[in-house]
């Protein structure tokens, strides 16, 4: 009786996504789900991410969190249109949430859409918002393990960002072995190892997500 | 139709944590529900726990992961009992999830038993499982803006450690702020900085939860 209730959403989910992403083709907005532990970077990526592609593509960004906006406040400082989605409680974005918040997004004004996903690195791997591309930020402080533990969001990911290589010199975190570990559960995805404190790797996962936009 | 579902699993699992309880009282053992985000240093503390522990009180562990045993391997060589629930997909542990494990769980024998939730600052917070305290890890890396985003976990915790402090020199993290931030949120709360690397504020911790064992 439970699981039919999951299965019964979780259909519903992906047709809501369906029309969003039908909508965002429509309009030519190349779309990204960020997603990640608490406090592995997402709002600093999209913040660096920004930076580096003012004057070359419009971006427009939706805040997904339980509650505050203090994410959405931080971006919007940098002159891009943001939407705050606060999910009072639920610990994931889903696509019905999405649509509800994109009559707010200047759809016809921009040209990549990032949406920062509830800092939960389980639920929101289950539901796809209607996005082109899935991102997963995964910090050195989490440790080299993390793959292991949840492997359905490494599953899923077009791209993992392991963040804060800034600390490497005071953790035991083995790059290598868990880029190797990584590509064990999905041979597709590309590994960048960035730090959004130094800058480190940042122009290369922008150039990578530039191509992506090219080739829709 | 959905929050009615929702209420109904609650309710179960609050009966069943009640359950729980009793046996564990029946058996004189005081079960601590530990949380934190992935990555913030749940086995690392159980583990300096134990070890403090060594001859003065007798520990059982059981470990809450979505898939591996890597943890539980870990902690099995300290000489303590631990079991390991995998939770095949689901992003917290519940009442009867933990009731399933407890007949492997030699409460005779132990005084305390540590629980080890899954990875995750927004579920594990609406589901008890029958223990006496709950205790969150925030560890600093991720941020100390932690408690406006994930209030629920902030608000139920009798202790919040705030790991990882060997960190601060490399971090921007405003400890006080960050205490006081939770403390208005959460009057009652114990907080500890600690390191499981340096060991700094470990036997304040320790010294701490034996007395809340004393207490009952």
Redesign the interface.
Known sequence: M?IK?VKD?LGANEQIAQKNRQLFDSHHVFVVNVMS????GKTSLILETIKRLKGKTRVGVVEG????S?DAEAIGKEGVPVVQINTG?E?HLDANMTSSALPSVPLKDIELLLIEN??????PAEFTLGENIRVLIS?T???D??P?????MFHQADAVLIN?V??LP?LKFDVDAFSKTIRGINQKVKVFPISCTTGEGIDQWVSWLFDQMKKG
């Open positions: 439970e209730v959403i532990s608490p406090g592995a969190d339980i509650s505050s203090l409680g610990c509830v800092g939960n690195l389980v639920c910090s402080p989490e440790g393990d993390k292991f533990k949840y492997p359905l804060k800034d600390l005071y």
